[in-house]
């Protein structure tokens, strides 16, 4: 192994021997556990928002190659005629898609604090109540994934604006279908939301109230959880140091000259985390020839 030579036989061996202890100590940490549920909510975070931008995708299409405008010409067709059933098909697929993953995510971020010391469990339970407890929209969108799994696909329509310079189209439901033909779904919460938008709901609003509600629980969730437990992660980074001063010795040039993936910031500056990496071996073979 190159850098070897300037090493005795046993000096070599008590330092792989180290190596091999240090990765392993990697494998089992504490801070890792951690980094692993931050990493699964960001994907339960970038799952829902990318939900929510196909959702507004499809209501967007309504300004597209006149689809609004066939849709107002067709008027009120049977269900599964034409183009009015590939877009209410469509435009079904999408909201309830988005419904599923804000759904998921809240799953998501609820579960983790059941992991957590009480102390922190407290603060979630706390914020939760400030942020989204007393917030409509997130009661509806959050009983809508009931409606959707036993109810159907909400009816809805399309809100033909206009002015003297453009036009524009909205997808929308009526507050009063959704509240007489899912009564039994709807809690209080969600039936205030619904009155409060009758006499039709704005799917576009909607999606942009869920996500002004749940964004600031979620940048909280981020910079708490990573200041909590920033002693894991600094002893984390120690060990990482280490793992590069031997591997070093080993092998000099082996470890890259910065290395992002095993420094954790001040939690004020919270970012992903993740375990180091040892890069593999060179071999002979994958190695350039000097000229």
């Keep these: 192994m190159v850098g070897e030579g300037e090493l005795s ?96 995510f809240a799953d998501h971020m609820r579960r983790q604090f059941d992991n957590q010391p009480e102390d922190l469990q407290a603060e979630y339970e706390q914020r939760k109540r400030e942020l989204l407890d007393a917030n409509g929209v997130v009661a509806f969108v959050s009983r809508s994934r009931n409606v959707l799994l036993h109810g159907g696909v909400f009816q809805t329509g399309v809100t033909w604006r206009f002015t003297q310079t453009s036009e524009s189209f909205e997808a929308d439901c009526r507050t009063d279908i959704l509240l007489n033909r899912y009564d039994s779904w709807w809690n209080a919460g ?20 869920h996500k002004d509600a749940v964004n600031p629980l979620y940048t909280w969730y981020q910079k708490r959880v990573y200041e909590y437990h920033h002693s894991k992660f600094a002893d984390l980074e120690k060990t990482a140091a280490r793992i590069r001063e031997v591997s070093e010795r080993l092998d000099p040039g082996s470890m ?21 990496v040892k890069p593999k071996p060179k071999t002979q073979r994958g190695r350039k020839k000097k000229r």
Excluded at 190 to 208: E, H, K, M, Q, V
Excluded at 256 to 269: K, R
Aim: proline share 7%; charged share 30%; net charge negative.
């Design 190 to 209: 969600a039936r205030r939301y619904l009155d409060s938008r009758a006499p039709r709901l704005n799917l576009r609003s909607t999606i942009g109230e």
């Design 256 to 276: 890259p000259v910065v290395d992002q993936l095993t420094h954790f910031p001040d939690p004020s500056e919270p970012c992903p985390v993740r375990p180091p």
């Design 9 to 104: 036989l046993d000096e070599a061996r008590k330092l792989r021997d180290e190596l091999h202890r240090l990765e392993a100590s990697v494998e089992e940490h504490a801070a890792l556990g951690v980094a692993q549920q931050m990493e699964e909510l960001g994907r339960a975070m970038q799952w829902y928002l990318g939900n929510a931008a196909d959702c507004l995708r499809t209501i967007d299409a309504l300004s597209q190659d006149a689809l609004g405008t066939r849709l107002l010409m067709e008027g009120e067709v049977p269900y599964g005629d034409g183009i009015h059933r590939d877009y209410v098909t469509e435009l079904g697929r999408t909201w309830h898609n988005f419904v599923a993953a804000a759904k998921t």
